[in-house]
Protein backbone atom coordinates (compact mmCIF):
# COMPACT_ATOMS: atom_id res chain seq x y z
CA UNK A 1 0.00 0.00 0.00
CA UNK A 2 1.10 3.47 -0.92
CA UNK A 3 2.39 5.02 2.20
CA UNK A 4 0.77 8.40 1.49
CA UNK A 5 -2.34 5.72 2.13
CA UNK A 6 -2.03 5.04 5.82
CA UNK A 7 -2.29 9.26 6.82
CA UNK A 8 -5.35 7.81 8.67
CA UNK A 9 -3.17 5.93 10.96
CA UNK A 10 -1.27 8.88 12.12
CA UNK A 11 -4.33 11.32 12.43
CA UNK A 12 -4.01 12.47 16.34
CA UNK A 13 -7.10 11.17 17.67
CA UNK A 14 -6.27 13.26 21.26
CA UNK A 15 -6.86 16.57 19.39
CA UNK A 16 -9.79 15.54 17.61
CA UNK A 17 -11.35 13.96 21.25
CA UNK A 18 -10.32 17.62 22.85
CA UNK A 19 -12.32 19.55 19.96
CA UNK A 20 -15.68 17.15 20.20
CA UNK A 21 -15.68 17.80 23.92
CA UNK A 22 -15.14 21.39 24.14
CA UNK A 23 -17.86 21.91 21.35
CA UNK A 24 -20.79 19.98 22.54
CA UNK A 25 -19.55 20.74 26.19
CA UNK A 26 -19.70 24.44 24.75
CA UNK A 27 -23.21 23.91 22.97
CA UNK A 28 -24.92 22.34 26.29
CA UNK A 29 -23.58 25.65 27.69
CA UNK A 30 -25.14 27.90 25.17
CA UNK A 31 -28.32 26.05 25.55
CA UNK A 32 -28.14 26.67 29.49
CA UNK A 33 -27.38 30.64 28.75
CA UNK A 34 -30.70 31.16 27.10
CA UNK A 35 -32.75 28.30 28.50
CA UNK A 36 -36.00 29.08 29.83
CA UNK A 37 -38.67 27.29 31.37
CA UNK A 38 -40.51 27.18 28.55
CA UNK A 39 -37.72 26.37 26.32
CA UNK A 40 -37.75 22.62 26.06
CA UNK A 41 -35.94 21.42 23.04
CA UNK A 42 -32.13 21.40 22.22
CA UNK A 43 -32.33 20.67 19.13
CA UNK A 44 -34.80 23.24 17.52
CA UNK A 45 -33.37 25.46 15.22
CA UNK A 46 -35.71 28.43 16.80
CA UNK A 47 -33.11 29.10 19.30
CA UNK A 48 -29.50 29.70 18.99
CA UNK A 49 -28.35 25.88 20.96
CA UNK A 50 -30.39 23.90 17.95
CA UNK A 51 -28.52 26.41 15.22
CA UNK A 52 -24.89 25.72 17.53
CA UNK A 53 -25.74 22.22 16.81
CA UNK A 54 -25.99 22.88 13.16
CA UNK A 55 -22.80 24.55 12.95
CA UNK A 56 -21.08 21.77 14.92
CA UNK A 57 -22.70 19.58 12.59
CA UNK A 58 -21.11 21.75 9.40
CA UNK A 59 -17.98 21.53 11.37
CA UNK A 60 -17.02 18.20 11.43
CA UNK A 61 -18.12 17.64 7.85
CA UNK A 62 -15.28 20.87 6.87
CA UNK A 63 -12.56 19.10 9.40
CA UNK A 64 -13.46 15.45 7.59
CA UNK A 65 -13.11 17.35 4.30
CA UNK A 66 -9.95 19.00 5.36
CA UNK A 67 -8.76 15.73 6.46
CA UNK A 68 -9.07 14.22 2.84
CA UNK A 69 -6.78 16.81 1.48
CA UNK A 70 -3.55 16.78 0.23
CA UNK A 71 -1.43 18.53 2.66
CA UNK A 72 0.43 20.42 -0.14
CA UNK A 73 -2.16 21.75 -1.60
CA UNK A 74 -2.14 24.83 1.75
CA UNK A 75 1.65 25.64 0.70
CA UNK A 76 0.85 25.67 -3.11
CA UNK A 77 -2.18 27.92 -2.69
CA UNK A 78 -0.83 29.67 0.53
CA UNK A 79 -0.76 33.35 -1.09
CA UNK A 80 -3.91 32.64 -3.54
CA UNK A 81 -5.70 32.04 -0.41
CA UNK A 82 -4.55 35.21 0.95
CA UNK A 83 -4.84 37.62 -1.62
CA UNK A 84 -8.67 36.50 -1.50
CA UNK A 85 -9.17 36.75 1.58
CA UNK A 86 -7.65 40.36 1.13
CA UNK A 87 -10.46 41.15 -1.41
CA UNK A 88 -12.92 39.57 0.86
CA UNK A 89 -12.24 42.10 3.79
CA UNK A 90 -12.10 44.98 1.76
CA UNK A 91 -15.72 44.33 0.17
CA UNK A 92 -17.28 43.29 3.53
CA UNK A 93 -18.20 46.90 4.73
CA UNK A 94 -19.56 47.50 1.77
CA UNK A 95 -21.64 44.71 1.87
CA UNK A 96 -22.66 44.20 5.59
CA UNK A 97 -24.88 46.00 7.76
CA UNK A 98 -24.10 48.64 10.77
CA UNK A 99 -23.63 45.71 13.54
CA UNK A 100 -23.24 47.30 16.75
CA UNK A 101 -21.02 49.88 15.21
CA UNK A 102 -18.85 47.25 12.87
CA UNK A 103 -19.52 46.79 9.60
CA UNK A 104 -18.09 42.62 9.63
CA UNK A 105 -21.21 40.74 9.20
CA UNK A 106 -22.42 39.78 5.99
CA UNK A 107 -26.18 38.00 5.36
CA UNK A 108 -27.21 35.52 3.38
CA UNK A 109 -30.54 35.31 3.99
CA UNK A 110 -30.98 33.87 7.87
CA UNK A 111 -27.33 33.25 8.01
CA UNK A 112 -24.55 36.08 8.71
CA UNK A 113 -20.71 35.28 8.21
CA UNK A 114 -17.79 37.13 9.74
CA UNK A 115 -14.84 36.96 7.17
CA UNK A 116 -12.78 38.50 10.02
CA UNK A 117 -12.86 35.10 11.79
CA UNK A 118 -11.60 33.32 8.46
CA UNK A 119 -9.10 35.49 7.88
CA UNK A 120 -6.71 34.75 10.44
CA UNK A 121 -6.35 31.08 9.15
CA UNK A 122 -4.98 32.20 5.65
CA UNK A 123 -3.07 34.79 7.56
CA UNK A 124 -1.85 31.82 9.32
CA UNK A 125 -0.94 30.14 5.72
CA UNK A 126 0.51 33.17 4.04
CA UNK A 127 3.15 33.41 6.91
CA UNK A 128 3.91 29.93 7.25
CA UNK A 129 4.24 29.91 3.71
CA UNK A 130 6.95 33.03 3.29
CA UNK A 131 8.96 32.11 6.23
CA UNK A 132 8.86 28.57 5.56
CA UNK A 133 11.00 29.00 2.37
CA UNK A 134 14.30 27.47 2.50
CA UNK A 135 16.32 30.24 2.07
CA UNK A 136 14.92 32.57 4.38
CA UNK A 137 16.52 33.16 7.55
CA UNK A 138 15.50 35.52 10.47
CA UNK A 139 18.62 37.76 11.25
CA UNK A 140 17.24 40.95 11.79
CA UNK A 141 14.69 43.18 11.61
CA UNK A 142 14.42 43.61 7.90
CA UNK A 143 13.15 39.72 7.36
CA UNK A 144 10.14 40.87 9.66
CA UNK A 145 9.09 43.18 6.92
CA UNK A 146 7.02 40.84 5.20
CA UNK A 147 5.40 39.01 7.66
CA UNK A 148 4.82 41.76 9.46
CA UNK A 149 3.01 43.08 6.20
CA UNK A 150 1.17 40.21 5.83
CA UNK A 151 -0.58 40.42 9.71
CA UNK A 152 -0.91 44.20 9.66
CA UNK A 153 -2.92 44.83 6.36
CA UNK A 154 -5.89 42.44 6.95
CA UNK A 155 -5.24 43.46 10.88
CA UNK A 156 -5.57 47.28 9.47
CA UNK A 157 -8.86 46.53 7.21
CA UNK A 158 -10.48 44.70 9.87
CA UNK A 159 -9.71 47.74 12.46
CA UNK A 160 -10.11 50.35 10.56
CA UNK A 161 -12.55 49.87 7.52
CA UNK A 162 -14.75 46.86 9.48
CA UNK A 163 -14.26 48.92 13.19
CA UNK A 164 -14.07 45.37 14.52
CA UNK A 165 -11.04 45.89 17.08
CA UNK A 166 -11.37 42.76 18.75
CA UNK A 167 -10.32 40.62 15.90
CA UNK A 168 -8.05 42.72 14.60
CA UNK A 169 -5.96 42.74 18.16
CA UNK A 170 -6.18 38.57 17.66
CA UNK A 171 -3.69 39.09 14.50
CA UNK A 172 -1.33 40.30 17.71
CA UNK A 173 -0.74 36.92 18.39
CA UNK A 174 1.27 35.75 15.24
CA UNK A 175 4.35 37.15 16.86
CA UNK A 176 4.43 33.67 18.91
CA UNK A 177 5.67 31.87 15.66
CA UNK A 178 8.07 34.92 14.77
CA UNK A 179 9.24 34.49 18.43
CA UNK A 180 9.85 30.46 17.52
CA UNK A 181 11.68 31.51 14.57
CA UNK A 182 14.44 33.51 15.93
CA UNK A 183 12.94 36.87 16.71
CA UNK A 184 14.60 38.76 19.20
CA UNK A 185 12.95 38.83 22.80
CA UNK A 186 13.52 42.41 22.65
CA UNK A 187 10.30 43.07 20.74
CA UNK A 188 8.31 41.58 23.39
CA UNK A 189 10.02 44.04 26.37
CA UNK A 190 9.47 46.76 24.32
CA UNK A 191 5.88 45.66 23.81
CA UNK A 192 5.77 45.02 27.82
CA UNK A 193 7.10 48.29 28.00
CA UNK A 194 4.53 50.19 25.52
CA UNK A 195 1.85 48.50 27.56
CA UNK A 196 2.87 49.87 31.31
CA UNK A 197 3.69 53.33 29.49
CA UNK A 198 0.24 53.22 27.86
CA UNK A 199 -1.31 52.34 31.22
CA UNK A 200 0.52 55.33 32.91
CA UNK A 201 -0.23 57.74 30.54
CA UNK A 202 -3.84 57.18 30.79
CA UNK A 203 -4.10 57.02 34.40
CA UNK A 204 -2.05 59.75 35.32
CA UNK A 205 -1.72 61.48 32.20
CA UNK A 206 1.25 62.39 30.22
CA UNK A 207 3.30 64.48 32.48
CA UNK A 208 3.97 62.16 35.29
CA UNK A 209 4.92 59.82 32.55
CA UNK A 210 8.08 62.00 31.05
CA UNK A 211 9.07 62.75 34.89
CA UNK A 212 9.28 58.65 35.06
CA UNK A 213 11.61 58.76 32.02
CA UNK A 214 13.39 61.50 32.78
CA UNK A 215 14.47 59.90 35.99
CA UNK A 216 14.84 56.18 34.23
CA UNK A 217 17.10 58.28 31.63
CA UNK A 218 19.17 59.97 34.66
CA UNK A 219 19.27 56.78 36.14
CA UNK A 220 20.72 55.47 33.30
CA UNK A 221 23.25 57.71 31.64
CA UNK A 222 24.75 57.67 35.03
CA UNK A 223 25.25 53.82 35.06
CA UNK A 224 26.51 53.65 31.82
CA UNK A 225 28.59 56.97 31.71
CA UNK A 226 32.08 55.60 31.67
CA UNK A 227 31.06 53.31 28.57
CA UNK A 228 31.36 54.12 24.97
CA UNK A 229 29.39 57.42 23.82
CA UNK A 230 27.02 55.31 21.51
CA UNK A 231 25.53 54.01 24.50
CA UNK A 232 24.57 57.38 25.95
CA UNK A 233 23.40 58.51 22.59
CA UNK A 234 21.12 55.39 22.46
CA UNK A 235 20.00 56.44 26.01
CA UNK A 236 18.77 59.68 24.76
CA UNK A 237 17.36 58.12 21.20
CA UNK A 238 15.60 55.56 23.66
CA UNK A 239 14.03 58.44 26.00
CA UNK A 240 13.14 60.63 22.87
CA UNK A 241 10.75 58.01 21.37
CA UNK A 242 9.23 56.93 24.56
CA UNK A 243 8.34 60.59 25.71
CA UNK A 244 6.73 60.64 21.60
CA UNK A 245 5.14 57.54 22.39
CA UNK A 246 3.77 58.35 25.32
CA UNK A 247 2.88 62.27 23.51
CA UNK A 248 0.70 58.95 20.75
CA UNK A 249 -0.64 57.63 23.49
CA UNK A 250 -2.20 60.51 25.18
CA UNK A 251 -3.76 61.71 21.66
CA UNK A 252 -4.40 57.98 20.49
CA UNK A 253 -7.28 57.68 23.96
CA UNK A 254 -7.97 61.09 23.99
CA UNK A 255 -8.85 61.67 19.88
CA UNK A 256 -8.90 57.95 17.91
CA UNK A 257 -10.97 55.98 20.69
CA UNK A 258 -14.68 55.98 20.79
CA UNK A 259 -16.30 57.24 23.68
CA UNK A 260 -17.27 53.66 24.91
CA UNK A 261 -13.47 52.33 24.45
CA UNK A 262 -12.04 54.89 26.25
CA UNK A 263 -15.12 53.77 29.31
CA UNK A 264 -14.06 50.52 28.83
CA UNK A 265 -10.37 51.50 29.56
CA UNK A 266 -11.00 54.15 32.34
CA UNK A 267 -13.46 51.67 34.28
CA UNK A 268 -10.46 48.74 34.00
CA UNK A 269 -8.05 51.46 35.44
CA UNK A 270 -10.17 52.18 38.38
CA UNK A 271 -10.30 55.39 36.88
CA UNK A 272 -14.46 55.44 36.87
CA UNK A 273 -17.32 53.89 38.09
CA UNK A 274 -19.78 52.58 35.83
CA UNK A 275 -22.04 49.49 37.46
CA UNK A 276 -24.46 50.41 35.21
CA UNK A 277 -22.77 50.93 31.99
CA UNK A 278 -19.39 49.98 30.70
CA UNK A 279 -18.58 48.10 33.83
CA UNK A 280 -22.36 46.27 33.93
CA UNK A 281 -21.20 43.45 31.59
CA UNK A 282 -18.32 42.86 33.95
CA UNK A 283 -19.60 43.42 37.64
CA UNK A 284 -22.57 40.96 36.11
CA UNK A 285 -20.08 38.26 35.23
CA UNK A 286 -18.40 37.82 38.35
CA UNK A 287 -21.71 38.06 40.23
CA UNK A 288 -23.02 34.94 38.26
CA UNK A 289 -19.65 33.48 38.70
CA UNK A 290 -19.29 33.86 42.62
CA UNK A 291 -22.79 32.79 42.76
CA UNK A 292 -21.99 29.19 41.42
CA UNK A 293 -19.60 28.69 44.53
CA UNK A 294 -17.77 25.26 44.66
CA UNK A 295 -19.83 22.90 43.01
CA UNK A 296 -22.23 25.24 40.86
CA UNK A 297 -25.77 25.15 41.01
CA UNK A 298 -26.78 22.54 38.45
CA UNK A 299 -27.39 22.42 34.65
CA UNK A 300 -30.40 24.75 33.89
CA UNK A 301 -30.32 26.19 37.17
CA UNK A 302 -27.72 29.24 37.07
CA UNK A 303 -30.37 32.19 38.44
CA UNK A 304 -28.55 35.07 36.70
CA UNK A 305 -28.50 32.73 33.45
CA UNK A 306 -31.93 32.73 33.63
CA UNK A 307 -33.00 35.79 34.42
CA UNK A 308 -30.78 37.69 31.98
CA UNK A 309 -28.54 39.10 34.12
CA UNK A 310 -25.37 39.22 32.16
CA UNK A 311 -25.64 40.56 28.92
CA UNK A 312 -24.15 38.13 25.70
CA UNK A 313 -24.22 35.38 27.93
CA UNK A 314 -23.90 32.74 25.35
CA UNK A 315 -20.99 34.74 23.14
CA UNK A 316 -18.72 36.73 24.69
CA UNK A 317 -19.14 35.80 28.41
CA UNK A 318 -20.27 32.23 27.95
CA UNK A 319 -17.70 31.45 30.95
CA UNK A 320 -20.58 32.90 33.43
CA UNK A 321 -22.32 30.31 32.35
CA UNK A 322 -19.75 27.58 33.14
CA UNK A 323 -18.98 29.15 36.22
CA UNK A 324 -22.42 30.01 37.85
CA UNK A 325 -23.77 26.23 36.78
CA UNK A 326 -20.61 24.11 37.01
CA UNK A 327 -19.05 26.25 39.66
CA UNK A 328 -15.42 26.11 40.47
CA UNK A 329 -15.27 22.93 40.15
CA UNK A 330 -16.50 22.88 36.66
CA UNK A 331 -14.90 26.20 35.45
CA UNK A 332 -11.29 24.61 36.89
CA UNK A 333 -12.35 20.93 34.67
CA UNK A 334 -12.06 23.08 31.72
CA UNK A 335 -9.46 25.55 32.31
CA UNK A 336 -7.64 22.39 32.83
CA UNK A 337 -8.57 21.25 29.32
CA UNK A 338 -8.00 24.06 27.75
CA UNK A 339 -4.61 24.47 29.10
CA UNK A 340 -3.80 20.62 27.96
CA UNK A 341 -5.45 21.46 24.57
CA UNK A 342 -2.83 24.41 24.12
CA UNK A 343 0.43 22.70 25.61
CA UNK A 344 -0.76 19.12 23.38
CA UNK A 345 -0.85 22.09 20.06
CA UNK A 346 2.64 22.85 21.14
CA UNK A 347 3.92 19.37 21.14
CA UNK A 348 2.31 18.84 17.79
CA UNK A 349 3.77 22.24 16.22
CA UNK A 350 7.50 21.49 17.86
CA UNK A 351 7.64 17.67 16.31
CA UNK A 352 6.83 18.54 12.78
CA UNK A 353 9.57 17.83 9.92
CA UNK A 354 9.24 21.03 8.04
CA UNK A 355 9.18 24.49 8.53
CA UNK A 356 5.70 25.27 6.95
CA UNK A 357 4.26 22.86 9.13
CA UNK A 358 6.03 24.14 12.38
CA UNK A 359 5.29 27.80 11.63
CA UNK A 360 1.34 26.99 11.46
CA UNK A 361 1.20 24.91 14.16
CA UNK A 362 2.61 27.79 16.45
CA UNK A 363 0.31 30.56 14.98
CA UNK A 364 -2.39 27.87 15.32
CA UNK A 365 -1.13 27.87 19.63
CA UNK A 366 -1.07 31.51 19.19
CA UNK A 367 -4.16 32.14 18.01
CA UNK A 368 -5.95 29.71 20.07
CA UNK A 369 -3.60 30.84 23.64
CA UNK A 370 -5.01 34.72 22.89
CA UNK A 371 -8.47 33.87 22.75
CA UNK A 372 -8.34 31.54 26.10
CA UNK A 373 -6.28 34.38 27.73
CA UNK A 374 -8.31 37.53 26.72
CA UNK A 375 -11.49 36.16 26.97
CA UNK A 376 -11.09 34.28 30.24
CA UNK A 377 -9.08 37.98 31.67
CA UNK A 378 -12.38 39.79 30.11
CA UNK A 379 -14.65 38.05 31.82
CA UNK A 380 -13.30 38.07 35.65
CA UNK A 381 -12.37 41.70 34.56
CA UNK A 382 -8.43 41.64 34.66
CA UNK A 383 -8.61 42.88 30.73
CA UNK A 384 -10.89 45.35 28.54
CA UNK A 385 -14.20 43.81 27.23
CA UNK A 386 -12.60 43.78 23.60
CA UNK A 387 -15.49 41.08 22.25
CA UNK A 388 -13.60 37.70 21.25
CA UNK A 389 -15.02 34.19 21.37
CA UNK A 390 -14.32 31.53 23.90
CA UNK A 391 -12.94 28.89 21.48
CA UNK A 392 -15.50 26.31 20.86
CA UNK A 393 -17.51 27.33 23.40
CA UNK A 394 -19.55 30.86 22.51
CA UNK A 395 -22.03 31.08 19.89
CA UNK A 396 -21.08 31.77 16.68
CA UNK A 397 -20.60 29.87 12.95
CA UNK A 398 -17.90 32.00 11.86
CA UNK A 399 -15.53 31.69 14.83
CA UNK A 400 -16.42 27.43 15.00
CA UNK A 401 -15.96 26.98 11.97
CA UNK A 402 -12.66 28.75 11.34
CA UNK A 403 -11.13 27.58 15.11
CA UNK A 404 -12.14 23.92 13.06
CA UNK A 405 -10.34 24.86 10.05
CA UNK A 406 -7.30 25.95 11.97
CA UNK A 407 -7.30 22.90 13.96
CA UNK A 408 -8.16 20.00 11.24
CA UNK A 409 -5.57 22.08 8.91
CA UNK A 410 -2.94 21.56 11.99
CA UNK A 411 -4.08 17.78 12.16
CA UNK A 412 -3.64 17.11 8.86
CA UNK A 413 -0.54 18.35 8.78
CA UNK A 414 0.73 16.57 11.70
CA UNK A 415 -0.74 13.42 10.34
CA UNK A 416 1.92 13.64 6.77
CA UNK A 417 4.68 14.57 8.87
CA UNK A 418 5.57 10.47 8.81
CA UNK A 419 5.93 11.10 5.06
CA UNK A 420 8.19 13.81 5.77
CA UNK A 421 12.43 13.18 6.34
CA UNK A 422 13.95 15.11 8.73
Not at 167 to 178: E, M, Q, R, T
Not at 267 to 278: H, I, N, W
Not at 329 to 354: K, P, W
Request: aromatic share 16%; glycine share 8%; net charge positive.
Amino acid sequence: MNKRNNIWQHIDWITIAIFLFLTLFGWLNIYGAEHTFEQTSLFSLSNRAGKQFLWIGISVVIGCIILLIDERTYDILGYWLYGMMIVLLLITPILADNVKGSYSWISFGPISLQPAEFAKCFTAIAIAKYMGKYEYKMRNIKDLFIPFILIILPMFIIMVLQRETGSALVFLSFLIPFYRQGMSGMIFIIGLVSIVLFVIVIKFSIIPAIIILSIALLVGLIAIWKQKKIYRLWAVGAYLCLVLFSSACNYAFTKILQPHQRTRIEVLLGMKDDPMGAGYNVNQARIAIGSGRFWGKGFLQGTQTKLKFVPEQDTDFIFCTVGEEWGFFGSSIVLLIYLYFILHLLTIAERQRDTFSRIFGYCVVGIFFFHLTINIGMVLGLLPVIGIPLPFFSYGGSSLMAFTILLFILIRLDAARINKLH
